[in-house]
């Protein structure tokens, strides 16, 4: 995949990306913040793509999942963040990250204890 906010962001003002910086990816896994449904997205494979000029690059939250072999820059908040279980985050490129004056402190990459998955009846 190749994913942008827009293809040449310079110049833009922090009113700018507030309003128009967008997540590159983001894979849902917390109970609740499933899409269709479906309350739990778990087994994602994200590899080899670029994901650039955006606010945020990767929320990296369903469980059993992948995220290799991907080029993440000129982000302006972080570049990737995790919270699951059994995460395979390997071999990714992210490089040129930039204060875009929203008070966040910007992170290559940033765990976070994601929210116990609670057992669904067979």
Known sequence: ???SSADDTDGWTQ??????GRIGFREFGSPG???NGVPYTTCVSVTGSHIWNVRW???FMGNNSILSHNE????GD????????????THNYIHDNFDIADGNHEDVAQ??????????PL
């Open 33 to 35: 913040d499933g899409t």
């Open 1 to 3: 995949m190749e994913i």
């Open 15 to 20: 009113e700018q990306w507030a309003a128009q």
């Open 72 to 75: 993440i820059d000129h982000f």
């Open 111 to 120: 765990g976070q204890n994601g929210a116990a998955l609670k057992r669904r």
């Open 78 to 89: 972080d570049g990737i963040d995790y919270g699951a279980s059994n995460l395979s985050i």
């Open 57 to 59: 690059g990767v929320h």
